[in-house]
């Protein structure tokens, strides 16, 4: 298996010397004084293989993001941006919202956006997937399991003047899945017709002692070495007019429980150097069930402590436009008869640093979902290309 996927990759990195262009990172199609147009797309082709012990090992072809985007304005100081997602379509959402929103820059130092945005919490759910070293985010930035989503609200970003510190603030809606396997966040545009709907408030600070440091993970050999330190909190409430899988205070569903609330806390860091790239994560999230007595997939009693954790390190080689990466992550629940590890290994190659590359990842899963035994190894190859 493991000889069969790298000899997979080596293929596709050879295909990618054969390939690369230069790229630009949007288009803009029109400019007129503050009046602008552009348009840009997000490409990410992914084979992904999965080989659990005892199972049926499984494979597919997929777009795993197909992002088209527009932006632009026609007044001065604001911008407004649109972009979805036809690869993440599924059920009765065949077009997935993501960015969506019109945003105020007329403040130094501070931008406002109205609309669609990402929940300011986890360092790694906000690195763009396009910019990541794992070809999939780890525990700590994947919405399935605690990580808020983008929430439909008010959000605002600021940094002082030395941009030594940086804060952001939102407030909004959000809708949580009733899947007691998962917390999954996903906005209002985007929720199933069982989600539970709620609001959500979450702030951050980053201090970052050398100057802003780039969440975008991988160093492309920068001089002087920068590094970040974060901490993030967020509050969940369901606003209680949804609730489909409970009837008088009892949970209907051995397998979904409407969620009642959540809260999580954040503490992050990150350094970009000489080709290193460096982050740490852990976050604890507490969640309670509308059922007080429920127990089943994350949850015990109607309640459950999520403990997710993640390191990231990679080295890009000195004249050579490759990266090597390694990654270890847990994850541990009230109901959980053992935490879920994974450890992870990859290579990138970059034709034009993140806008167009070639990843590969091989993840080993132990105590999948919880349960102990249960192990897996999975294997991705994926290609991008952004403009």
């Known amino acids: 298996m493991l000889k069969g996927c790298f000899t997979g990759a080596v293929a596709a990195l050879a295909l ?17 004084g503050d009046k602008f147009v552009e348009i840009g797309a997000r490409l990410q ?29 026609v007044t001065k100081d604001w911008v407004g941006k649109f972009q979805f997602d036809l690869g993440k379509s599924s059920g ?54 605690g990580a808020p989503d983008r929430q439909l609200g008010i959000r605002l970003d600021g940094m002082n003047e030395t941009k030594k510190i940086g804060w952001k603030v939102n407030i909004g809606s959000e ?27 979450a702030a951050r600070v980053d201090i970052n002692p050398r100057g802003e440091m780039k969440l975008d993970q991988g160093d492309f050999h920068s001089e002087e070495g920068k590094f970040s330190v974060s901490l993030a909190a967020f509050d969940w409430a369901n606003d209680d007019d949804n609730n489909t899988y409970t009837s008088g205070g009892a949970s209907t569903s051995s397998s979904k429980a409407d969620v009642d609330s959540a ?9 970009r150097g000489k080709g290193f790239s460096i982050d740490g994560q852990y976050n604890l999230i507490d969640a309670d069930t509308v059922d007080r007595g429920f ?69 080993m899963s132990e105590n999948l979902d919880g349960v ?12 991008q290309f952004v403009f």
Request: charged fraction near 25%.
């Open 372 to 383: 102990r035994g249960a192990d897996e190894v999975e294997a991705f190859v994926q290609f």
């Open 263 to 271: 809260k999580g806390y954040e503490i992050s860091a990150g350094y």
């Open 295 to 363: 127990t089943g997939g994350l949850y015990r009693n109607g309640t459950t402590a999520i403990d997710t954790f993640a390191l990231e390190a990679g080295y890009m080689l000195a004249d050579n436009p490759i990266e090597l990466v390694l990654g270890a992550e847990s994850l541990d629940a009230d109901n959980y008869s053992d935490s879920w590890n994974r450890n992870s290994v990859g290579i990138n190659y970059f034709m034009n640093k993140h806008k167009a590359k070639i990843q590969f990842t091989y993840r």
């Open 45 to 73: 082709l992914q084979y992904m293989r999965s080989d659990p012990d005892g199972g049926v090992a499984t494979d597919d072809w997929f777009f795993r993001r197909l992002r088209p985007y527009i932006s632009g304005s």
């Open 16 to 32: 990618g010397g054969v390939l690369a262009s230069p790229v630009s990172a949007g288009i803009k199609v029109f400019e007129d």
């Open 175 to 201: 809708s949580v899945d009733p899947d007691a396997k998962k917390l999954d966040f996903d906005s209002p545009a985007n929720r199933d017709s069982d989600f539970n709907d709620g609001t959500v408030i």
């Open 92 to 145: 009765d959402n065949e077009v997935a919202v993501k960015d969506v929103y019109m945003a105020y820059k007329g403040w130094k130092n501070r931008t406002l956006y109205i609309g669609n945005t990402k929940t300011v919490f986890s360092r790694e759910f906000l690195t763009s997937s396009k910019r990541q070293q794992m070809i999939e985010r780890s525990f700590v930035g994947d919405h399935n399991y």
